[in-house]
């Protein structure tokens, strides 16, 4: 038989009220005691039931998804795969609240990160660059008891409690061995764009793919990186200048969004089958674009999974819980033309995936 709260007063010799509020955390009962309570549930063997503990007390778990207010198909892609994991997660106590920012004001998202510890959160998930500003407001949210997890894009100066997302630099591994394999020993110079480098994930990718091109691949010239900024005007701008000026291009590298903006260059500019397009992410343009041949392969994740290992992250956080890290590992994947598959993966769980 599993010992109880009462095989704890028992053994500890304390009332139960004293055992709840050790368990709770609450104030008010000494050291000598708390050890002594502490004693007895690891000679019983206790293990508490976090979920019946909090059905009873009536506790949910308000926490926060935090994203750029972008027109990205991906950036969409994932808070609908959020959106879905949340209401599946109701059943959980879990109560998430999708907030966006200006994709390039730090100043507002560092205003809305304050606002949390008022509004009865007790976690928040956050896509954003780590600019000095956003590095600040984390430190400061988690300062006041709130855990904050990283999503998709690290954040490592800022102290977050985790990462939810695939390991950037080996997706920037990966995109090298890719672009190396499809167009074999060179020569040929290798355009890169991403919207900034002040994203760790573009910062990542772009190392990974380095780490792979001079290593493997020496006559390969990979050219310094072009930013966007987000805008499709200003990716348009600067690719169509970077190929005017680099008449060898046969392969371009897109470490992030503006992929309409960038295969619709390519089709202007009669490009299409004849140079190398790696990307990430399978957005539905992206899917559209690798049936007719303008992007050579994806390198994407899963977002069902990553919604949910978000939420499960969160909830272990707040419970001061220990992970699954291997349940909580986001693979990557790789889709060409020939393995597209017919729909997209439903965001919803499978059987060994849910958020218990």
């Given at each position: 038989m599993r010992?109880?709260?009462?095989?704890?007063?028992?053994?500890?010799?304390?009332?139960?009220?004293?055992?709840?509020?050790?368990?709770?955390?609450?104030?008010?009962?000494?050291?000598?005691?708390?050890?002594?309570?502490?004693?007895?549930?690891?000679?019983?063997?206790?293990?508490?039931?976090?979920?019946?503990?909090?059905?009873?007390?009536?506790?949910?778990?308000?926490?926060?998804?935090?994203?750029?207010d972008t027109e990205s198909q991906f950036v969409q892609s994932l808070a609908?795969?959020?959106?879905?994991?949340g209401s599946l997660a109701v059943t959980s106590r879990i109560d998430l609240r999708l907030l966006r920012f200006p994709a390039e004001d730090p100043h507002q998202l560092a205003a809305l990160l304050a606002s949390l510890p008022h509004q009865g959160y007790v976690g928040a998930a956050l896509m954003a660059p780590e600019t000095p500003v956003v590095r600040d407001a984390v430190r400061l949210v988690r300062s006041k008891g709130i855990p904050v997890v990283a999503l998709v894009s690290n954040l490592p100066n800022a102290g977050c409690d985790h990462f939810v997302g695939i390991d950037n630099t080996a997706a920037g591994r990966t995109?090298?061995?890719?672009?190396?394999?499809?167009?074999?020993?060179?020569?040929?110079?290798?355009?890169?764009?991403?919207?900034?480098?002040?994203?760790?994930?573009?910062?990542?990718r772009r190392r990974g793919f380095d780490e792979v091109m001079l290593r493997d691949f020496?006559?390969?010239?990979?050219?310094?990186?072009?930013?966007?900024?987000?805008?499709?005007?200003?990716?348009?701008?600067?690719?169509?200048?970077?190929?005017?000026?680099?008449?060898n291009v046969i392969g371009i590298y897109s470490m992030g969004d503006g992929h309409r903006a960038l295969t619709q260059l390519i089709d202007d500019m009669k490009l299409s089958g004849r140079i190398t397009v790696i990307c990430h992410e399978l957005t539905p343009h992206v899917r559209t674009a690798l049936q007719q041949g303008q992007v050579t392969a994806v390198i994407t994740q899963n977002l069902?999974?990553?919604?949910?290992?978000?939420?499960?992250?969160?909830?272990?956080?707040?419970?001061?819980?220990?992970?699954?890290?291997?349940?909580?590992?986001?693979?990557?994947?790789?889709?060409?033309?020939?393995?597209?598959?017919?729909?997209?993966?439903?965001?919803?769980?499978?059987?060994?995936?849910?958020?218990a």
């Open positions: 010992p109880t709260v009462t095989d704890i007063a028992r053994e500890a010799g304390v009332s139960l009220a004293t055992v709840d509020r050790v368990l709770n955390g609450r104030p008010g009962v000494r050291e000598k005691t708390i050890s002594a309570v502490n004693e007895a549930i690891a000679r019983l063997g206790y293990v508490r039931d976090l979920a019946a503990a909090n059905l009873a007390r009536g506790r949910s778990y308000k926490v926060a998804a935090i994203l750029p609908d795969a959020l959106a879905t994991a995109a090298g061995v890719l672009m190396g394999r499809f167009l074999g020993a060179g020569p040929g110079q290798i355009i890169v764009v991403g919207q900034s480098l002040l994203a760790r994930d573009m910062v990542d020496p006559n390969l010239d990979v050219l310094p990186s072009l930013e966007t900024h987000g805008s499709s005007g200003t990716l348009r701008e600067v690719v169509t200048r970077r190929l005017a000026n680099s008449p069902g999974h990553l919604a949910r290992s978000t939420l499960r992250v969160l909830r272990a956080k707040a419970d001061n819980q220990p992970l699954d890290e291997s349940q909580e590992q986001i693979r990557i994947e790789i889709v060409l033309r020939e393995n597209l598959p017919i729909l997209p993966d439903p965001p919803g769980p499978t059987p060994d995936d849910q958020i």
